[in-house]
Structures are given as C-alpha cells and as structure tokens.
C-alpha cells in the first residue's frame, strides 16, 4: 500500500516503516539538528562521503551544517529520517538515532528545476529508507510545481551513468565537464509516472557491489 505523505509534512513528520520492518520517523530538519546530523556524517564510510562531495571530507564543519538545518522549506526543502529505537548519537538526546537526509533544493530564477538528492549512513543502506525519500521528493516536487529534478554523479561512477541513461534522465552537457556529470529527470503531473524510475535508481544504488548510497551534491 502506497504512502500516504499528506504534503507537506508537519514539524512532527509521520511514522512509518522501512522495508526490513524498522519503525522510523520522517520529519522536515530543523536548525538544532546540526549536531545529529554532523553525528551521521561521521558514521558514513569514505566512500559514501566521497560519492556526497565528490571529495574526500573529515567533517562537515559549522558553515556547511549551518546551510544544511537553516533553510527557508521553501526554496530550501530538507527531511530527516530517525530510527527512534537506536540510541540517539547526542547525549541526552532522546529522539533517536539519524539514519538519512533528502533536499530538494529550488533557485528563484528556475523555479521549474531543483536539485535533489539523499544521503543513507551505511548501516541503514539497502533497508528501503532510500526509497521513501525518493517518493518523498518526487511528491515535493510534483505538488510544487518543479518540472524537472536534477542529479549530479561522477564520471567515475559508470554504474550510475548506465542506469541514468535507461531513464528519461538525459544529460546536461552545459552544466556537465569531464569529472562531474549533470542529468535532468522530467516530473510529470502525476509523481506516480516519475516514481518508477526513481526507484530504479535506488535499486541500483542498494545493488552495487560496495553498498554505497550517498547524496548527489545537492549543497
């Protein structure tokens, strides 16, 4: 049975359950989620945060988590998974754990296009969380009027560039060069048509040989 999202999503969020049967909440971020979100940067492997930033990074840095919590949910838009039956990695803190992060990001300029992305900590990678902030952003996207979502990948990361290439998605050869790759995925009036291939891309992200699944440089 489909989700029902019921966008947008409150400050409390909904909760739900990933494909393993782990009960989670799914919330939009706030600016006091800076320190849980450092905690899950942490927690992903090198690679994962390699794949996030196309560069290797030790920390975020408080710049870089001022950006990511204090955002306007307009423009802006960003989502936050807990697992609120593993011990939260800030003490004291008695929501839980955090497992992942969606954005979709929009410019006043192109208010038809936003960037999206999400990020999974490894030890929550190929559970389905991926999955359901896939539909999240879809649906965001549909019900905001966005007509085209748009990825960034590695040249390196030819799995991904097959895949994208068996979609819709085609490549942005002005905003691409010859390490960082652009694609655009079409949003239909109805999400559902577009979902599909969405998840086609997680599927393929759950299957690699190296369970990596981390953002796009969406920030």
Do not use: C
Not at 39 to 56: G, V
Not at 133 to 138: F, I, K, N, Q, T
Not at 180 to 209: C, F, H, K, M, N
Request: hydrophobic share 40%; glycine share 8%; proline share 3%.
């Amino acid at each position: 049975m489909k989700l029902q999202w019921n966008l947008p999503l409150s400050s409390d969020g909904i909760e739900t359950s990933l494909g393993d049967g782990t009960v989670v909440r799914i919330r939009p971020i706030t600016v006091d989620d800076g320190p849980a979100l450092d905690a899950a940067f942490k927690r992903m492997s090198t690679r994962s945060r390699y794949l996030r930033f196309f560069t290797i990074r030790e920390e975020l840095g408080e710049s870089l988590l001022s950006a990511f919590t204090d955002i306007d949910h307009q423009l802006h838009r960003a989502w936050v998974v807990i697992d609120p039956s593993a011990a939260s990695d800030i003490e004291g803190e008695e929501e839980g754990r955090g497992i992942a992060v969606a954005r979709l990001i929009g410019a006043a300029d192109t208010p038809g296009i936003a960037e999206a992305s999400l990020a999974v900590t490894d030890d929550y990678q190929q559970r389905g969380a991926g999955r359901l902030l896939l539909e999240l952003l879809v649906s965001t996207a549909a019900i905001a009027g966005v007509e085209k979502l748009r990825f960034e990948t590695l040249w390196e990361n030819r799995g991904m560039r097959r895949l994208l290439g068996t979609l819709e998605a085609t490549q942005n050869k002005a905003l691409s060069d010859s390490s960082v790759l652009t694609y655009d995925l079409p949003i239909r009036a109805s999400a559902d048509e577009t979902v599909g291939a969405l998840y086609e891309i997680l599927r393929w992200i759950a299957a690699s040989e190296e369970g990596e699944v981390a953002e796009s440089n969406d920030d």
